[in-house]
Nanobody, 124 residues
Framework: QVQLVESGGGSVQAGGSLRLSCAAS????????MAWFRQVPGKEREGVAV???????WDTGSVKGRFTISKDNAKNTLYLQMNNLRPEDTAMYYC??????????????????WGQGTQVTVSS
C-alpha cells in the first residue's frame, strides 16, 4: 500500500524559503506522475508543480521562478523548494502520485495517492 508523508512546512516571513519533502513508502511506478498541490479553506485544490517519470517538470505561473520540484528516486522522496515566499503562498500543501493520462497534468482527478498535507504560512 502506498503511503505519502509530507514534512517541512512551517511559518516564515515574506521573502523566506522552505523545502517541503514527501517520503513515499510502498510501490510507486517509476513512470508515475508526482505533484505538489495546495489548498486554502473555501477554495479548490490547486496544482503547484508536477514532475514526470523522466524528470520533466511543470509549474503554475504564480510560482514560476520561485518554486522548484524535484525527486530522488533512490530515496523515494519528492521535494518542493520554495524561495521568495509570498503571503499568497499560504496554504496546506499536499503531495500526490498517479498514473497521469498518458502524460502528467495538474488535474486532481489524475492522482490516486495523497499525503496528509503540511501547512505553510507566510507572513508579510
Amino acid at each position: 500500500q502506498v503511503q505519502l508523508v509530507e514534512s517541512g512546512g512551517g511559518s516564515v516571513q515574506a521573502g523566506g524559503s522552505l523545502r517541503l519533502s514527501c517520503a513515499a513508502s510502498g510501490y510507486i511506478d517509476r513512470l508515475y506522475c508526482m505533484a505538489w498541490f495546495r489548498q486554502v479553506p473555501g477554495k479548490e485544490r490547486e496544482g503547484v508543480a508536477v514532475i514526470d517519470g523522466d524528470g520533466d517538470t511543470w509549474d503554475t505561473g504564480s510560482v514560476k521562478g520561485r518554486f522548484t520540484i524535484s525527486k530522488d528516486n533512490a530515496k523515494n522522496t519528492l521535494y518542493l523548494q520554495m524561495n521568495n515566499l509570498r503571503p499568497e503562498d499560504t496554504a496546506m500543501y499536499y503531495c500526490a502520485a498517479g498514473p497521469g493520462v498518458g502524460y502528467c497534468v495538474s488535474s486532481v482527478d489524475t492522482y490516486n495517492h495523497w499525503g496528509q498535507g503540511t501547512q505553510v504560512t507566510v507572513s508579510s
